[in-house]
């Protein structure tokens, strides 16, 4: 197995990035919004994203092209993101009410002993399609910001996926496990932001149960995880090849560092970095002592 991940790696995880590389050069293709399907923003958080939340959040209402329905944080039980929700005019929904579980269900710990349950168990909210009131909604990381003007519904009803050319082999092998197939893909679906629609959601869940023998979807992954703890799970990977679509849209975003705990102002983002790229994020492994 090694020498084969080897392999997928050099060449579909060279080929990946070069390609990448090449075409991102080229201005993005952005395709015209859906004129009237709103469209609700969910994005799980907890106490630590609350710095750069706002950020984020100014991000999504300047820069979200298509007709913007509610924002939905999906947070464990906290004062401080109840009453950023109320002052920010957003909605909180206890994370525990979504799956009629919390992280603790999960127990899930990587083959080095990290505690990797909050990760997953936020995935597993995202998959539910529980929250929000219209069909179709989209999920961002708190940390990635918004810098231009993002098509996720096209005018045409096809949904607009971002692409970037990360490559994980083992999140190829679980979609593979569920779906006989392995997804060869000339990019990733791994971006921080990706729109869902719940008709199709319910179809995936479906044949997961149907594929595990009508285990519980939930219940399906998270035994396929614990069973290869090799933090296999991408919902992104599984949603997008589970249902692709013909507008693929290269990410173009850049990682910043996060700074003695405080953030650029979004104006002096879009000044600096709105020129060249989407998009940018703060992820925790750059921040600087």
Known sequence: ??????????VLGTFRSINYDVVSVFEAKMPAPHPSEPIDVVIPVVPKDLDILPTCIEGLRRNFANVLGGIYLVAPENDKIRAFSQAQGLNFVLESS????????????????????????????????????NRYFITIDSDHILLAPH???????????????????????????????????????????????????????????SKAGGVKWYDALIDYLKQH?????????????????????????????????????????????????????????????
């Open 1 to 10: 197995m090694s020498i084969k991940k080897k392999l997928y790696d050099f």
């Open 98 to 133: 979504v799956l009629g579980f919390d992280k603790s269900y999960i127990a899930y710990r990587d083959k080095n002993g990290n505690d990797r349950s909050g990760w997953i168990f936020q995935q597993l909210l995202k998959l539910s399609g529980a929250v929000g009131e």
């Open 229 to 289: 703890k090799n933090c296999s799970l991408s919902e992104f990977e599984m949603y997008g090849h589970y249902h692709s679509s013909k507008y693929r849209v290269l990410w173009r975003q850049k990682e910043l560092s996060k700074v003695s705990g405080t953030f650029y102002e979004y104006d002096v983002l879009k000044s600096l970095y709105g020129d060249k790229y989407l998009s940018v994020t703060f992820p925790d492994y750059r921040k600087r002592k």
């Open 151 to 209: 098509t996720f519904l096209a005018d045409d009803g096809n949904l607009v996926f971002y692409m970037s050319k990360e490559f994980y082999y083992p999140y190829y092998l679980t979609y593979k496990h569920f779906c006989n197939r392995f997804p060869y893909s000339r990019y990733s679906y791994v971006s921080h932001k990706m729109i869902f629609d719940k008709n199709i959601l319910a179809s995936f869940r479906d044949f997961i149960e």
